[in-house]
């Protein structure tokens, strides 16, 4: 739990815990279909898929204001802080919001009045990352590129998230180009719930640095052999591949067996509120459930700041894996 870790795959949005989305929904006089925090508690225990994204996007409805995302910023990074978080590179669904009049500029605004004091306030350094999703247009992508132009000062790169099958890496080929123009870096859902073919084509076209899931790279050998050798970094969520049926249980996770081939994987939490944990919870439900060894542990929470956006400041980044290195378990 305290191991010190990066978080690399993290959607902001799924870190609204009911207590929070009560209280925002109260001060924005948003009425929610619940009688209160224990029944939409309830409804987080959604069944597939499809109820789990009624319920993320019924809930954004209470996210208005730059400092409602101040304070749904500021709540995860105090969790976070306490599981031994020290750099976060967060991902954000701007489309969500645009589409029900709540601009880009009160977003990542009120995103950043969080993240800009976050080493202060919490210990955690932190990088943005906008996303988009991949059920939408390409060409809505692009207008959303576009729009988020007088604020790259304050975003690292861009992904790709939401719905994966019926909807291939190509379909964005052109966005993630004028990205790349951008000095964006470049990361994407893949191989989830698609095909590997996904995560080729999202290494071949798109560019991506980093694979957000790619757990089904498993079923081809000869993509598993390119992302050993080109030390692509998978970004895996545990917790999250349980509650969305990707895996039947935890103890059936690809993670022990993508660890001996080599692969350079990464736990993460992808939107805890909802699926069962932060990154401590995933760290220590994999250790336990899967029997990882200390080694195993210290070399995922390594494999994490290598795999981050620091290239900025390698003497942080060296700072995080020395403590790694020092940190003793209890
Ligand atoms: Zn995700």
């Known amino acids: 739990m305290s191991l010190p870790k990066a978080e690399l795959h993290l959607h902001i949005e799924g870190t609204l815990e009911p207590e929070l989305a009560f209280e925002l929904a109260t001060r924005n006089g948003v009425e929610l279909p619940y009688a209160d925090t224990e029944a939409l508690r309830k409804a987080y225990r959604f069944e597939d898929l499809q109820s789990f994204l009624n319920l993320y996007y019924e809930l954004m409805a209470v996210l208005r204001t730059e400092r409602d995302f101040e304070d749904l910023a500021n709540a995860y990074l105090a969790r976070a802080a306490a599981q031994g978080v020290r750099h976060a590179e967060i991902f954000f669904d701007p489309q969500a919001h645009l589409a029900r009049g709540v601009g880009m500029g009160t977003v990542v605004e009120g995103l950043?009045?969080?993240?800009?004091?976050?080493?202060?306030?919490?210990?955690?350094?932190?990088?943005?990352?906008?996303?988009?999703?991949?059920?939408?247009?390409?060409?809505?992508?692009?207008?959303?590129?576009?729009?988020a132009k007088p604020y790259l000062d304050r975003i690292v790169g861009i992904g790709l998230d939401s719905a994966e099958v019926g909807h291939p890496p190509v379909k964005f080929r052109e966005v993630y180009e004028a990205a790349a123009?951008?000095?964006?870096?470049?990361?994407?859902?893949?191989?989830?719930?698609?095909?590997?073919?996904?995560?080729?084509?999202?290494?071949?076209?798109?560019?991506?640095?980093?694979?957000?899931?790619?757990?089904?790279?498993?079923?081809?050998?000869?993509?598993?052999?390119?992302?050993?050798?080109?030390?692509?970094?998978?970004?895996?969520?545990?917790?999250?591949?349980?509650?969305?049926?990707?895996?039947?249980?935890?103890?059936?996770?690809?993670?022990?067996?993508?660890?001996?081939?080599?692969?350079?994987?990464?736990?993460?939490?992808?939107d805890p509120a909802y699926f069962g944990g932060y990154a401590g919870d995933n760290f220590d439900a994999v250790g336990q459930t899967l029997g990882l060894s200390e080694d195993r542990l210290r070399e995922l929470a390594c494999n994490s700041f290598l795999a981050s956006f620091l290239e900025h400041d390698e003497e942080r980044r060296a700072r995080y894996l020395a403590e790694v290195e020092a940190y003793e378990f209890g």
């Not at 004091?117 to 919490?122: T, Y």
């Not at 988009?132 to 390409?138: G, V």
């Not at 991506?208 to 390119?226: F, N, W």
């Open 112 to 147: 950043w009045r969080a993240l800009g004091s976050s080493e202060d306030n919490h210990g955690v350094s932190t990088q943005l990352i906008l996303c988009f999703l991949r059920d939408e247009s390409a060409d809505s992508a692009m207008a959303t590129l576009e729009a």
């Open 181 to 270: 123009a951008l000095g964006l870096r470049r990361v994407a859902h893949a191989g989830e719930e698609g095909p590997p073919a996904y995560i080729t084509e999202a290494l071949d076209v798109l560019g991506v640095e980093r694979i957000d899931h790619g757990l089904r790279c498993m079923e081809d050998e000869e993509l598993v052999a390119r992302l050993v050798r080109e030390r692509i970094p998978l970004t895996l969520c545990p917790l999250s591949n349980v509650r969305l049926r990707t895996v039947d249980v935890l103890a059936d996770h690809p993670l022990p067996a993508m660890l001996d081939a080599g692969l350079l994987c990464t736990v993460n939490s992808d």
